[in-house]
Nanobody, 130 residues
């Protein structure tokens, strides 16, 4: 059973930056399609960004394009990152990392659908407020 653990959330002022990390246990991250989703109070969980197994394909929600960057650790191979810049109050949410082996798909595949991901972390809170 793959375990995902998020870290790095917190309180930040509008315009500030945060980096979230998602660590997996026992496996190398290159075996998985990885994604970040978020859920604000009273709202549905929504796609934020995803990265393919081979790291060559990434996708972003329109609301975060140009501000957020997803990446996989090239050295440790067990951590994924979400660099968030120019944060806005509307980015306030609980952020979840997700993974799936996606063995039926090519290495450059990723999904924006939460239902495509089998493994989930417990999340980390990001609050953007002055």
């Amino acid at each position: 059973q793959l375990q995902l653990v998020e870290s790095g959330g917190g309180l930040v002022q509008p315009g500030g930056s945060l980096t979230l990390s998602c660590s997996i246990s026992g496996r190398t991250i290159s075996r998985y399609v990885m994604g970040w989703f978020r859920q604000a109070p009273g709202k549905e969980r929504e796609f934020v960004t995803a990265i393919s197994r081979d790291r060559l394909n990434t996708g972003y929600a329109d609301s975060v394009k140009g501000r957020f960057t997803i990446s996989k650790d090239d050295v440790a191979e067990n951590t994924m990152y979400l660099q968030m810049n120019n944060l806005k109050p509307e980015d306030t949410a609980f952020y979840y990392c997700a993974a799936d082996s996606a063995v039926m798909y090519p290495n450059n595949y990723y999904s924006t659908m939460s239902s495509a991901y089998h493994y989930w972390g417990e999340g980390t809170q990001v609050t953007v407020s002055s």
